[in-house]
């Protein structure tokens, strides 16, 4: 159930914790979340979300059969992309490239560190510990009789005059994987939870990253991905939901627990899609079929019957249309369109029905083609916060992710709390709860605002910062 806040004054509480907030708390500058605003694809394709609309880019030197990953800096500017491996006797070498669009100097993976043609082969997240380097985790494909499984290389940024290179190759951390791997960011703002999936199992594995290192993984018996069959793994922007498409097992809908680890309550669409991705809000779920006429489906996520929502919101053209698909920065759903130089586009996924506005072959690349994939990130990379998940965790109040944009969770929030959200000059700011989840009715300026929770025992209040 979805409801609207009541609007009340700040209370006395309020004011004394907000002084003495502000007495203990420098105001930096807004920390702005643009590290998906590159991407590189592909037969060397790429875009730019830097610019309205965004910039065909043809300088990439990676070849990418499926999978890619790419990250850029808080400012948008490029650091590196990868392609997580060869595919070797098919043209594809693998590599880290630097954002010269030359290969790290220890940046060339070989056959065992993973494959461009697993489905997801790759995902980039900073280290919790070390804000110059980053985690690289790859995974092999079928094409390899997924050898090797999970593994992982780090990046350090300081090397090579600033371009980086490669310190730490090929650990593994999963033996027996299928073709796809995300990250989701922990409860915390500052660990991650690597997501795999076993072979020949009903085991998805949940592997921590803190500044502890790459930790034992979480098991969690929930459902099955089919090795063989075309997949995508997508999870919305707080975390809490992971959304599975497999071409012969079908399209899983999953919860997600940010803070544990632990993947529950599956849910079966009805629906052969190799392609999801979720809306910003997470409010809808979209689906391509590969069966039947080559339909494009929506779901609604806050609908009492979520299988009882799927619409339809258009054909693709032909079945090479549909592919791989990704929530792009300015809040449009990219869908790749194998050895075309197009992709298609659902210009406004926060709208139901056909008003969401799916169009094939509408976005050119230039004369780059693109394959069946698209670049692969972590559902958020919000500042880190200084708390891990190997300390002590009091039962408090949390707001995640932080900065936020349209949506964000409170947690150990009773049902009965009071909340209000104000802006710096105490003007209320209008929202909807659904449980834990605050949306904003509307969209809100960059900047700071605090967030007043008041339970029968106590009243809280936080900073957060809206992107």
Known sequence: MILKYSFKRPTTQFYALLLAFISLTVISPLFSQNQKNIWYFGDESGLDFNTTPPTPLVDGKMRSYEGCATISDSAGNLLFYTNGGPLSGYGYSGGIWNRNHELMPNGVLVDSSGCTSAAVSSVIIPHPAKKEQYYVFTVNCKENDLGEGVRYSIVDM?????????????????????????????????????????????????????????????????GNIDSTGWSQVSVNATGSKIAVGNYLTGVTLLDFNINTGVISNPLYLGVEAAGVAFSESGDYLYCNDRNQS????????????ILASKTFIGNANDWNNFGQMLLAPNGKIYVTEKTKHTLGVIHSPETAGMASNYVPSDFYLSYKYNSEGLPHFANTYSRCSDVSVTKEQKNEIQIYPNPVQRKFQITNCPSSAEIQIFSTDLKPIAYKRSGNHIIFNQQTAAGIYFVQV????ATSVMKIICE
């Open 454 to 457: 008041v339970t029968s025992q």
């Open 158 to 222: 300081t090397l090579d005059g600033g371009l980086g290179d490669v310190v730490v190759r090929d650990k593994q951390v999963l033996p027996n994987a299928v073709e796809t791997v995300t990250a989701i960011q922990h409860g915390n703002t500052c660990d991650y939870w690597i997501i795999a999936h076993e072979n020949n199992s009903t085991n998805f594995h949940s592997i921590l990253v803190s500044d502890a290192g790459v930790n034992d993984s979480i098991t969690s018996n929930v």
């Open 294 to 305: 080559i339909p494009m489906w929506q779901f609604d996520l806050n609908a009492n019957d």
